[in-house]
C-alpha cells in the first residue's frame, strides 16, 4: 500500500511536469535563455569556447559495474534484502535511462541553447536528425540523474533533500552555462522520472 502510495505521487509529479515542460517549449524557453544569455554571458557564439566534457557514459558504466558487482556479491553470500534490492535497481536504472535518452535526442533533435544562440532561425525540434548542435532534448544529464536519485531517494530515504538539492543544483548549472532550455531540463526530470517507475515496477 505504501509503495502504491508513493507510486502515485511520482506520477503526479511527472504530470506536472509534463504540463510545464509544454508551457516552456510554447511560451518561456525563448526568452528565458535571451534573459540568461544578455545577464550571465557565459558564452557568445562569436568566440571560441571550449565545452565541458562530458563523463555522463563513463559515469554510468563505472556505477553500473559497481551496482551488479556488489549485488552479485550480495547474492553468492545468500543476502537477499532491500540493500540487494537497490543495487539491482542501480545496476538496471542508469544504463536503461541512458540508452532511452540517446534515442530521444536523436528522434526529437532539438536545437541546443548554444546552438540557437548562434542562429536563432534554427529553433526548433529536428525530427530524427538528432546531431552535434540538435541533441537538447532532453537534458540526458537530468535525465539519468533524476532516475539515479529516485534510486537513492526509495532506498535511503534519510538524505532525500540533499538528493533534491543536487538536482535542483545540475538543472541551474545546465542552464546557466547554456548547454540546455529550461523545457529540456524538465522533460530530463519527466523522463527520469517514469524510467525509474518503470524500472522498480519491473525489477520488483
Known amino acids: ?13 511527472a504530470l ?13 524557453d525563448i526568452p528565458f535563455s535571451a534573459l540568461i544569455a544578455r545577464n550571465l554571458g557565459i558564452y557568445a557564439p562569436h ?21 551488479w558487482i556488489m549485488y552479485f556479491y550480495l547474492v553468492r553470500q545468500n543476502i537477499h534484502n532491500q540493500r540487494t ?7 538496471t536504472v542508469l544504463p536503461f535511462s541512458f540508452c532511452i535518452k540517446t534515442i530521444l535526442k536523436w528522434a526529437f533533435g532539438r536545437i541546443e541553447t548554444r546552438t540557437w ?14 546531431s552535434e548542435g540538435f541533441e537538447g532534448f532532453p537534458s540526458g544529464h537530468m535525465l539519468v540523474f533524476t532516475s539515479m536519485f529516485l534510486t537513492f531517494w526509495h532506498f535511503y530515504p534519510r538524505y532525500r533533500t540533499v538528493y533534491g538539492l543536487g538536482l535542483f ?3 541551474i548549472a545546465l542552464i546557466a ?17 517514469i524510467v525509474y517507475l518503470s524500472t522498480i515496477r519491473i525489477v520488483r
Request: charged share 10%; glycine share 8%; with cysteine.
Open 85 to 91: 534490492l537497490f543495487y539491482r535497481v542501480m545496476g
Open 47 to 67: 568566440l571560441k569556447t571550449t565545452q565541458i566534457p562530458d563523463f555522463l557514459l563513463i559515469t554510468v558504466v563505472i556505477l553500473t559495474s559497481i551496482s
Open 117 to 130: 544562440l548562434a542562429d536563432q532561425s534554427l529553433y526548433g525540434f529536428h525530427w530524427f536528425a538528432g
Open 1 to 13: 500500500m505504501r509503495f502504491n502510495k508513493q507510486v502515485t505521487k511520482l506520477f503526479s509529479i
Open 177 to 193: 552555462a547554456e548547454y540546455h532550455f529550461l523545457g529540456d531540463v524538465f522533460a530530463g526530470v519527466y523522463i527520469g522520472t
Open 16 to 28: 506536472a511536469t509534463l504540463i510545464l515542460n509544454v508551457l516552456c517549449i510554447q511560451i518561456v
Open 169 to 171: 543544483c545540475l538543472g
